[in-house]
């Protein structure tokens, strides 16, 4: 399984874009990535996740360069309620394959 | 709306005693699996199953077993609980994958044990 890394933590501003972005330089060619949210005594909350390019819904987009080394999670014009844990993982997660988390980056939203 | 339902949402045990965390899906997953997650260390993964009367270990399995006797049902047990088991656990459930749609994990909301 291939490891990840990302930053501890991040500060921004409502109404900012914000952009955590992945080191996954082991990424296997069956692996997908995944970005989960977790709030406060709350279980993670699947937020996005691909394969390859650019992958958007209606929370957030997923970029994700030619090499798959790494991979950024935007979060448009965030607001208070989105601070959380924000964790990346690669694996088969296609396949039903267990996930191994990381540290997550903490996300403080402030006003 | 799926849910993964954890059967409590805060426990406290007495030392030594034998305790179940029980979690119901009703997604029709294939794979379930439990975490705890402790200040500083992150979501570690203690036990998974693939399939009814599965089971495989994650990467902390000691002092914890499992059972799978139905598909939608995942019961984490804590043969004698001590106090370093204090933390919150949270089951999770996953289709086996075979489309081209993806899917992610589902949480359940968690247990915070408390073992004192």
């Known amino acids: 399984l291939a490891k990840t890394t990302q930053p501890i933590s991040m500060d921004s501003y409502e109404g900012q874009e914000v952009n955590i972005t992945c080191s996954h330089n082991?990424?296997?060619?069956?692996?997908?990535i995944t970005w989960y949210q977790q709030f406060p005594s709350q279980g993670p909350r699947f937020i996005i996740q691909g394969y390859k390019t650019k992958v958007t819904n209606e929370v957030a987009s997923l970029f994700i360069p030619a090499d798959r080394k790494s991979s950024t999670l935007s979060l448009p014009r965030v607001s208070l309620s989105d601070t959380a844990v924000y964790y990346c993982l690669v694996g088969e997660d296609n396949q039903g394959g267990k996930l191994i988390f990381g540290q997550g980056t903490e996300l403080s939203v402030k006003p | 709306d799926v849910k993964v339902t954890q059967s409590s949402r805060y426990l406290v045990k007495r030392t030594g005693e034998k305790v179940f965390l029980e979690c119901v899906q009703d997604m029709d997953h294939e794979n379930m699996f439990w975490y705890r997650q402790d200040p500083g260390l992150g979501l570690r993964l203690i036990y998974f199953?693939?399939?009814?009367?599965?089971?495989e270990k994650g990467d902390i399995p000691e002092g914890y077993s499992v059972s799978r006797e139905k598909k939608e049902r995942f019961s984490l047990i804590l043969e004698s609980a001590s106090t370093n088991q204090t933390s919150m656990y949270l089951c999770a459930s996953s289709f086996s994958g075979g489309r081209e749609q993806l899917y992610g994990y589902t949480f359940g909301s968690g247990t915070r044990l408390t073992v004192v």
């Open positions: 199953s693939y399939d009814v009367k599965m089971k």
């Open positions: 082991n990424i296997a060619t069956n692996d997908y």
